[in-house]
Every structure is written in C-alpha cells, then in structure tokens.
C-alpha cells in the first residue's frame, strides 16, 4: 500500500473532486472530513512486530513510547525526513504496510491511524461479478458482507494496491456504482467524564480500568452515565440515617443542603453526636458528594443532599414523621440504609402506609423513589432458615426471617455485589431483592450490632476477596478513619445510597418519571453478573437467573448507570412524540438558492394553530451541484436560530434530509416555545461557482 497516487490508476473516472484531495479528504458517515498529515510519524504494520525496533535502529528515527493501536507501530521521526525514512520501512519485507498519521484540519489534538480496510456499499443494481471487477482491479480483496446492509462488504487491501485506502476510497466515490465508500481509521478513545476529586481514582465502584481484585465492569458505568448528567439540584436525594455532617467539605455548594432535620435533637441540624455517629456521612457520600476538587465525589454529585438524621428507634409516628417529611420538603429519593433490630419485622399498617403515601403522593404525585438495603445476614428478607450455632442457642431450628421494609411492593431493595462480580457473604437474599449494586465483602454479621448479633455462625474462615468503598468520612478525628475520607466502607449500607444516587441521575435526566417507572428502568437495564460458586455458609447457589430474568442473590442484577440514565432519556423522547399532537406543513415551492450570497434564501412555513413545541423535524430535498457549498438553519417564531446542517456535504449533489432531535440536538432550543408563528428555513450558499434549488422542505411539530 502507498501513499503516491498514480496519475492513470485503475477505477479513476475524472470529474468530482480534485486529484490533490485524494490524500486530504475523509469518507465519514456520509461526509467529507478535511485532513492534515502529521508531520513527525508515521506508522507500520509488520508480520513480526518485534522485529521492527531492529529495522528502526539504524535510520534517523524511533519507536514512539505512546500506546499505539493494535497491529500497529508509531514511528517518531524528524519531519524533514518523514517520507524518505518512511519509504526506507516500507520497503523491508517484514513490512505489510506503512502509512502516514493523519489528523483532522484544525484539530492538532486528533490522531487518525489508517488500517489496511475499506467498507464498500454499491448501488443496488451492482452485480458480484462489476464488484469483484472493481476492486480487484485496484487491488482490493473481500473479507466479508456487512449484516443489515444491502450490497456492502468489508475489503483489505493486497500487495497490488498503488494506494492507501484513503485516497482509495476517494477513488471509488468517484464511481457511479459506488454509494459509499469508507477507510476504515483508527482513533484514540476520548476519556469519559471523569471528576478532578483527588481521590476518585480509588472509587473503584463508579468506574474502574482493572486491577487487582477488580473484575471487568464490577462498577456501575457512572462516567458514561455524567456524559448525559450529573445531577442536577431541583433533585433531592433524602439520607435517612443516624446523622450527617453536613460541614463536610463534600457537602458545600450552592444549594446543595436541602430541608435537614434531626428528629433525635428535634432540631434541623442532624450533625453526629454520638461517637458511632458515622454510618450517615458515608451513605450521603456515596449518593451525592459534591465535584468540587477535593475528597470523594458521589455517583450523583449535582444533585441536592437532604440529610434526616433518625431517633435510632422505629415506631409508627417516627416512619410516619421521617417519610412525611421528606415528602412536603420535595425530595424525590429517599435512601434508606437499616431496618428493624429484630429477626422477623413486619410492617404496621401506619408504617406500610407511610411508604406507599411516599411513593405515590410524592413528587406531586409522581412518588418519591424509595430505597432500602436489604441487610447484613446472609439471610432471606422473607423465609425461613434452619438456624444452629448461635451463640447461648439464641437462634435454634426453623427460623423466619423478614425484613418488613425490604418487602414493601413501593421499595426498592438493594443486595451487595463485590469488585469480582461476586455476592457479597454477608448480602441478604430473596424474592424481593430488585437489584444490586457494588460494595466490600465481608464475613456475615459484620457490623451487624445494631440487630443484637454481633455475628452470625457457622462462621466463614478463609480470606473474602473484594475491595471496600471509598466515601465522605465525618470531619477530624472521630469517624471511621482519621481524616476526612472513609476507605473502607461497605455493606449493602453502601450498596443502597449508590442504587439511590443512580434513581437521582435518572430522575435528572427525565423528571416525569414515576417511581414506579425508575424502579422498572433500574431492573431492565441492570447488568446480568452471575455468581456460581456455593454460598460458603449454606452451599447452595443462587446467582443464577430464571426465566423470569431475576435471582435471589441479585434481583434484576448490577444497576448500571449509563445504561439507566440513557434509557430514561429515549424514553423521554418517545413519551414526548407518543402523548403530542402533530402539526404538520410543507413548503412545496422550488426556489432557486442564490450562488455565493450570504444572506442566502428564506424559505416560509406559517403555523396557525397554538400549542407549545414537543417535538421537532424537519425535512429538507435540495438539488445542488456541490452540496458542500450549503448551511441550513432554521429560525424559529421567536426570532432564535439553530444550525441544522453545516458545510460537510461535500461533492453529493442531491440532499433528501430528516432532522431531529437525535440527529440535531440542538433543536432542543426550540422545545417548550410557541409553534405558533412563521418559521423560515435559511440556505446559504457561501462558495463560488456551483448552484442548486431548495425543492421542497416539510417542518413537523409535536404540540
């Protein structure tokens, strides 16, 4: 494969773009992406990749220390000898190919690797036999059909090629047999969103790379997740717990306190007073620790903290007052990490009423999401278990266990999962388990003393593998650790605010949720780990899932928060386009665009009917002779533009376009405005030479 392009190659049909484009231009997604060549590197493809520092040594460059993509080496060299140093390599017969480093014009920080690939999609009427005649003829051999679709393959290059697949791409675009034709380019990942928190590198739980102890994908996608949302303060995440403390730097910001109350001091500044006054601080961290640069960040950091600091004792006044008021303050998830000192709880009829008034009168009737952990036992929230070993035979024989809250059909009951994809041996288990969520592994009944049992025999030996969670820590010496960060916090105590900050991202993203619909969301969208192995104190398995798409251990499985948070978005857009009315009008006129004018055309659609803008498109026919020549922007009633298409059609000629608030995001703009109005499409010609004519466009509201 070279990068010389003959003058006289095979397929090249004249016309269309320039010869000196060739090697400049970019087949993309249906547009043409100008390119630069990096002036100090280029790369290589080798049968013996470790062969190549051998071949490099003598000549006046080096291997570049930078991670290069699979099968390809990155060469640094002095740009004044790029090309000749470069021929030198290619011509080795270790060589497959060698390529110059492209990048995007006017964006020095992009890197585009070409491979030896090309997709070809052909008109429909292209037999087998005109393709293989096609590339063959410049040195193309095909590799595979591309499922879904019609008449396109994936071709390598051979040893025949003249060209690199670049400029042989352009190439084909020529063609009138070819649709599209695209190198395949390597580029570096773009990080997600990652805090700036100093030690968010350590919260393995939100996102990790790897590592010891760390399975593939044990976190919750919480990066992917922020690229949509990180929260957002009209959503209030109520911890109720024994205290919070709120001068923590982690809870500082503009808004971010919403509502406090101590029901234990009767006052509203629920701070710790006892010396054990920890276990609120960790889960409010967890939840929404603020972005700010120091300490931890939570998995819903924009969101607001209503800190509720509990008497330590249930009753039905206490559910009745914590519940009620989380709800007249405006919190839209309550996040609840204990329950009941007792083996078997059931819920008051005050108590179960508390929480199905929470969870369908709140949020102005849209109910406030509730969540609650499912405990520290290793023991089902509901059923019976043959109990022996206990310490003075406190538990003997058939025992019942139920957790009364965790079974409440309005709850969402969080079990505990470890860094290996693992349940945690303390995690307790059922039928009403709807998922769970990242936390430490430990013995069962560890840091159980509030339920009297200080463990819970037989009791494990052994090493329990699985790293803890790193959160918010009350401030100075007393807390969990001596600073301000707790490092090993854990327990489906943790497992719960994190389920609880993901329904807050949910919620951002999409307010009109139920919370019945974010709990449905969370379960469908969580991700299915499976545990084989036997539980290490009763052998029996439950980490695998039924027909039913649920299991003991794990509910509905791993929340997962990009997944949940994008979910709640398209659903979102589809509710908006199922409940609205549409208003649809076309402008049938042909106008001929103005060759190099700037003020372009403006095309008119009149709305007459009233309502407020749901949804959006638009659909646009031009017939031009480069329509890279063209922008298109539609102006709303309101006086406000928004670019629908920008000079990147390149040499196509015809344009038969829908945009919409998925393709164009920026029609955003135009949501929750009047539809009444005139709104007017705008097409600019803004080269020389080339001329065309706006057919017809047809603008489609939503109301």
């Excluded at 929404?288 to 006044?317: K, Y």
């Excluded at 803890?468 to 301000?484: K, L």
Aim: glycine share 8%.
């Amino acid at each position: 494969m070279s990068d010389q392009t003959p003058v006289n190659s095979p397929g090249n049909q004249g016309g269309g773009m320039p010869e000196s484009s060739f090697s400049q231009v970019l087949q993309r997604g249906g547009e043409e992406l100008l390119l630069e060549k990096v002036n100090d590197r280029f790369t290589v493809n080798a049968v013996d990749k470790a062969a190549i520092a051998g071949l490099i040594e003598p000549l006046p460059a080096d291997v570049s220390p930078e991670r290069a993509p699979a099968k390809l080496t990155e060469i640094r060299v002095d740009p004044a000898q790029r090309d000749a140093v470069m021929q030198q390599v290619r011509d080795a017969d270790v060589v497959n190919y060698a390529s110059h480093v492209y990048q995007l014009k006017d964006d020095p920080g992009s890197r585009l690797y070409l491979t030896d690939q090309i997709t070809i999609q052909f008109a429909a009427s292209v037999t087998a036999e005109a393709i293989a005649q096609i590339t063959t003829a410049i040195g193309l051999q095909q590799v595979k059909p591309i499922a879904g679709v019609p008449n396109t393959f994936l071709f390598e290059t051979t040893a025949s090629a003249q060209e690199n697949p670049l400029k042989i791409a352009n190439r084909l675009m020529q063609r009138s047999e070819v649709l599209t034709a695209e190198p395949n380019i390597v580029v570096r990942t773009q990080a997600l969103y990652r805090p700036r928190d100093p030690i968010y590198a350590k919260q393995w739980h939100l996102n990790h790379n790897g590592g010891a102890d760390l399975a593939p994908n044990s976190h919750v996608s919480a990066e992917q997740a922020w690229d949509l949302t990180r929260g957002i303060r009209s959503v209030t995440i109520a911890i109720m717990d024994d205290a919070v403390d709120v001068s923590h730097p982690d809870f500082q910001g503009i808004g971010k306190i919403v509502a406090p109350r101590d029901f234990k001091e009767n006052d509203f500044l629920p701070l710790p007073g006892d010396p054990d006054d920890n276990h609120g601080t960790a889960c409010a961290g967890v939840a929404t620790a603020e972005e700010n640069g120091v300490g931890s960040v939570g998995v819903a950091p924009g969101c607001a903290l209503m800190p509720i600091r509990t008497t330590g004792f249930l009753d039905d006044q206490t559910i009745e007052e914590m519940f009620g008021w989380a709800v007249t303050k405006g919190a839209s998830v309550i996040s609840c990490s204990w329950g009941p000192a007792s083996v078997y709880f059931p819920l008051s009829l005050r108590q179960r009423a508390a929480l199905t008034q929470a969870a369908t009168t709140g949020r102005n009737g849209k109910g406030c999401v509730i969540v609650f952990a499912a405990g520290n036992a290793n023991r089902p929230t509901n059923g019976s278990v043959d109990e022996s070993g206990w310490p003075n035979n406190a538990l003997s024989g058939p025992t019942s266990w139920l957790g009364g809250f965790t079974v409440h059909p309005d709850v969402i009951t969080v079990a505990a999962s470890t860094s290996l994809n693992r349940k945690a041996a303390y995690s307790n288990w059922g039928a009403e388990v709807s998922v769970c969520a990242p936390s430490n592994n430990a013995p069962p009944g560890v840091g159980l003393q509030e339920t009297g049992y200080v463990f819970t025999p037989p009791q494990i030996r052994g090493a329990l593998p699985g790293l803890g969670i790193v959160t918010t820590d009350r401030v100075g010496a007393t807390g969990y650790s001596a600073n301000e960060n707790a490092i090993d916090f854990g327990g489906t105590s943790s497992a719960c605010p994190l389920v609880a900050g993901v329904a807050a991202l949910v919620l951002s993203a999409n307010p009109d949720l139920t919370a019945a619909e974010v709990r449905q969301l969370l379960q469908q969208t969580a991700d299915k780990i499976v545990d084989p192995n036997p539980d290490p104190q009763f052998g029996f398995r439950k980490g695998t899932y039924e027909a039913s798409g649920r299991c003991d251990w794990f509910g509905y499985g791993k929340v997962n928060a990009a997944k949940a948070v994008q979910a709640a978005v398209q659903r979102q857009a589809a509710a908006a386009i199922a409940s609205s009315r549409q208003i649809q009008q076309q402008n049938t006129t042909s106008v001929a665009i103005p060759d190099n004018n700037p003020q372009g055309l403006t095309s008119t659609i009149q709305i007459a009917e009233t309502g407020t803008v749901r949804s959006i498109q638009i659909s646009v026919a031009i017939d031009h002779t480069f329509l890279g020549d063209l922008q298109i922007s539609l102006i709303s009633p309101a006086n406000q533009t928004v670019l629908l298409q920008s000079r990147s059609l390149g040499r196509s000629t015809r344009l038969q376009s829908t945009y919409t608030l998925q393709t164009t995001p920026l029609l955003r703009r135009f949501l929750n405005q009047s539809a009444q109005g005139r709104w007017q499409l705008r097409v600019v010609d803004a080269a020389e030479s080339d001329t065309g004519t706006l057919n017809n466009w047809t603008l489609t509201l939503g109301v």
